[in-house]
């Protein structure tokens, strides 16, 4: 019996693992910050520490199936890593629709009391939306006239 037990929990956390590893095939994060890291959402990192909390004592909490349903907390950290811009709909004002514009994507740099317009970006390549970002990575409208 115990090592049916071990042999269900192990799969238990390989699947945790892969599902983490996979998240929206790539397309998703577990962050808790947002808009280029400045600001932190408390409901995310509210999530990710209870987590924490019921993994230190894994066996007797998470694993013993009694509280399993905290591994659900981590979906308040969950974010998406693409950018898409959307515009409105001329026929329905209620629908948006998905336009590809270029944007530029690159490393952030920090431009806090810089004087001037100096560029956010550094080492960039210019894509069509809808872009992959990774972290670190910020992204600006290639031509203004959108």
């Known amino acids: 019996m115990a ?3 071990k042999i269900w929990v192990s799969l238990m956390l390989v699947r945790l693992a892969q599902g983490m590893t996979h998240m ?3 397309t998703m994060t577990l962050n808790p910050f947002h808009s280029d890291r400045q600001l ?11 987590i924490c909390y019921a993994f230190l004592d894994a066996n007797n909490c998470v694993l013993n199936n009694r ?6 907390s981590m979906a308040l950290a969950i974010q998406p890593r693409l950018l898409i811009t959307l515009v409105e709909d001329e026929t329905d004002p209620d629908k948006l629709k998905q336009v590809n514009v270029s944007v530029r994507v690159g490393q952030a740099v920090d431009v806090v009391a810089q004087a001037g317009k100096p560029k ?6 210019t ?7 990774a972290y670190g990575e910020r ?3 290639a031509n203004e006239e959108c």
């Open 3 to 5: 090592s049916t037990r």
């Open 24 to 26: 929206g095939k790539g």
């Open 40 to 50: 932190m959402c408390p409901a995310a990192v509210a999530g990710l520490i209870t």
């Open 67 to 72: 509280q399993h349903y905290l591994i659900y």
């Open 120 to 125: 956010t970006i550094t080492g960039f390549q």
């Open 127 to 133: 894509h069509t939306t809808p872009v992959l970002m």
């Open 139 to 141: 992204a600006e409208l």
